[in-house]
């Protein structure tokens, strides 16, 4: 960063100046984490999770028998059978812009009903995780994490001459930012617990000080250089001055939280070879950032769309992305609900962890809601109808679990997702295209 300025400082001098505060914006991001604000009396803080799973669904394989509470699990959510009483499972639901991949997942937490019509026109909104983070980034140190088991591509055209922002990405910042997502575990771990190369207590307070140091100098060095400065600089410095503030205030964060004991977890060294272990990974560090209250908003894609991974570890040794157009061939569509429920399988274990970390008066598990599925039902026609959808956790008691409702008038994702910014305190006009609200008694008690 330099300064234009009426005296003849040198942007030598300038840089020399800062110094340390070229980094801010990278130490921003890595200060440790030591977690666990006290919560107010009564009130179990609320978190909320995505989980996206790509290329559809064999819906077959996914639907539920039986409405209200006495439904019956599908063979895909049979694997969400421990956790029944913490599941609403959403049918009739369809997506806010039903075009092919790029809307699946461009649309999944935007609600949005179009987007770019080429490779550089890039549109969509807002995200829900992205309005959240808004407002919970007043209480954490991370605002938001989105992750991803592949790696970033926002640039190039994708699926139907669009963006690859749309299938890799599901977390946007404003309607023209896409935000990319994280898929080496070791830059979510310095992202959340800073280089310091494990969680231990010792190992986080000690680089703890060291990132005190150097704001503490920063603040000197600005406030010299002010002086020296006109005063339209001046004003420029006051704004970069502002976000030093909120480093401090995130560092007084962690200060005030460095008696939580968290387990150990060494940092890790890359992204693993292999997919289960690699996803064990990522799904360690999200329970991490969620037990020590680091964030309380996560997006992670299961996988993109059109992935092309294959799964022969289960018995499917065809690309998922071309399986998914299976031409209703009976033994196609059944490797593909192989995927799906192995998927669900996968993530039910991590369910599992949430349900046995206590939180307060309750679990992880009991203050969560976890939006979980797909924007495309019928992979193989690109259908947008009846997305395959749940809701798992007991949403800090906010929803009523324990049921399949079945939505007969087409509503979208978008109201949705205005439904589930109003049950998580954080209530908005409208996300996307959205109309309105879901009737409120089918997500709560009443």
Same mark, same amino acid.
């Given at each position: 960063?330099?300064? #234009?300025?009426?005296?003849?400082?040198?942007? /030598?001098? #300038?840089? @020399?100046?800062?110094?340390?505060?070229?980094?801010?914006?990278?130490?921003?991001?890595?200060?440790?984490?030591?977690?666990? @604000?006290?919560?107010?009396?009564?009130?179990?803080?609320?978190?909320?999770?995505?989980?996206?799973?790509?290329?559809?669904?064999?819906?077959?394989?996914?639907?539920?028998?039986?409405?209200?509470?006495? $439904?019956?699990?599908?063979?895909?959510?049979?694997?969400?059978?421990?956790?029944?009483?913490?599941?609403?499972?959403?049918? *009739?639901? @369809?997506?806010?812009?039903?075009?092919?991949?790029?809307?699946?997942?461009?649309? $999944?937490?935007?609600?949005?009903? /179009?987007?770019? /019509?080429?490779? #550089?026109?890039?549109?969509?909104?807002?995200?829900?995780?992205?309005?959240?983070?808004?407002?919970?980034?007043?209480?954490? =140190?991370?605002?938001?994490?989105?992750?991803?088991?592949?790696?970033?591509?926002?640039?190039?055209?994708?699926?139907?001459?669009?963006?690859?922002?749309?299938?890799?990405?599901?977390?946007?910042?404003?309607?023209?930012?896409?935000?990319?997502?994280?898929?080496?575990?070791?830059?979510?771990?310095?992202?959340? $617990? *800073?280089?310091?190369?494990?969680?231990?207590?010792?190992?986080?307070?000690?680089?703890?000080?060291?990132?005190?140091?150097?704001?503490?100098?920063?603040?000197?060095?600005?406030?010299?250089?002010?002086?020296?400065?006109?005063?339209?600089?001046?004003?420029?410095?006051?704004?970069?001055?502002?976000?030093?503030?909120?480093?401090?205030? @995130?560092?007084?964060?962690?200060?005030?939280?460095?008696?939580?004991?968290?387990?150990?977890?060494?940092?890790?060294?890359?992204?693993?070879? &292999?997919?289960? %272990?690699?996803?064990?990974?990522?799904?360690?560090?999200?329970?991490?950032?969620?037990?020590?209250?680091?964030?309380?908003?996560?997006? $992670?894609?299961?996988?993109?769309? =059109?992935?092309?991974?294959?799964?022969?570890?289960?018995?499917?040794?065809?690309?998922?992305?071309?399986?998914?157009?299976?031409? %209703?061939?009976?033994?196609?569509?059944?490797?593909?609900?192989?995927?799906?429920?192995?998927?669900?399988?996968?993530?039910?274990?991590?369910?599992? /962890?949430?349900?046995?970390?206590?939180?307060?008066?309750?679990?992880?598990?009991?203050?969560?809601?976890?939006?979980?599925?797909?924007?495309?039902?019928?992979?193989?026609?690109?259908?947008?109808?009846?997305?395959?959808? &749940?809701?798992?956790?007991?949403?800090?008691?906010?929803?009523?679990?324990? =049921?399949?409702?079945?939505?007969?008038?087409?509503?979208?994702?978008?109201?949705?997702?205005?439904?589930?910014?109003?049950?998580?305190?954080?209530?908005?006009?409208?996300?996307?295209?959205?109309? *309105?609200?879901?009737?409120?008694?089918?997500?709560?008690?009443?």
């Amino acid at each position: 960063m330099s300064f #234009v300025t009426s005296k003849s400082l040198s942007r /030598r001098t #300038v840089l @020399r100046g800062l110094g340390a505060s070229l980094a801010l914006p990278y130490l921003d991001a890595m200060v440790p984490a030591l977690g666990g @604000r006290l919560r107010a009396a009564g009130k179990p803080v609320h978190r909320f999770q995505t989980v996206y799973v790509p290329n559809g669904m064999a819906m077959e394989y996914w639907t539920p028998k039986g409405e209200g509470r006495t $439904f019956e699990l599908s063979p895909i959510m049979q694997p969400f059978a421990p956790f029944r009483d913490k599941l609403i499972v959403l049918s *009739g639901l @369809r997506a806010s812009w039903n075009y092919i991949h790029a809307g699946a997942s461009g649309s $999944f937490l935007t609600g949005t009903p /179009r987007g770019g /019509r080429n490779e #550089v026109e890039i549109i969509a909104d807002v995200s829900m995780d992205q309005l959240l983070a808004r407002q919970f980034a007043k209480e954490t =140190q991370v605002s938001s994490l989105e992750l991803s088991m592949d790696r970033p591509a926002n640039a190039g055209a994708c699926t139907g001459n669009l963006s690859c922002a749309y299938t890799h990405t599901l977390s946007w910042k404003s309607a023209t930012q896409p935000l990319p997502m994280e898929y080496n575990p070791r830059s979510v771990f310095e992202k959340l $617990f *800073g280089d310091s190369g494990s969680t231990d207590r010792r190992a986080r307070e000690t680089r703890l000080r060291q990132h005190r140091s150097i704001l503490d100098s920063v603040n000197a060095k600005l406030a010299g250089l002010k002086r020296e400065l006109g005063p339209q600089d001046q004003q420029r410095v006051d704004e970069y001055a502002e976000s030093i503030r909120d480093v401090e205030r @995130r560092i007084q964060l962690a200060e005030e939280q460095r008696d939580l004991e968290l387990p150990t977890l060494e940092q890790p060294q890359g992204v693993p070879p &292999v997919f289960e %272990d690699h996803l064990a990974l990522m799904l360690d560090l999200q329970l991490l950032a969620l037990q020590s209250d680091l964030t309380r908003v996560i997006s $992670f894609m299961m996988s993109k769309e =059109q992935s092309a991974r294959p799964y022969p570890q289960i018995g499917v040794p065809e690309a998922h992305h071309p399986l998914s157009h299976h031409a %209703d061939v009976p033994e196609l569509v059944a490797h593909m609900s192989k995927i799906n429920r192995y998927h669900a399988e996968l993530f039910a274990k991590y369910v599992g /962890r949430l349900q046995k970390t206590q939180d307060g008066d309750g679990t992880l598990l009991d203050h969560m809601t976890i939006l979980y599925g797909s924007g495309i039902s019928n992979s193989n026609a690109h259908s947008g109808l009846n997305l395959p959808i &749940v809701l798992l956790g007991g949403g800090a008691g906010r929803l009523k679990p324990g =049921q399949h409702i079945v939505y007969d008038d087409d509503p979208t994702m978008a109201n949705l997702l205005v439904t589930l910014m109003d049950k998580l305190d954080v209530p908005v006009e409208r996300v996307g295209g959205s109309t *309105g609200k879901l009737p409120i008694d089918t997500l709560a008690g009443v």
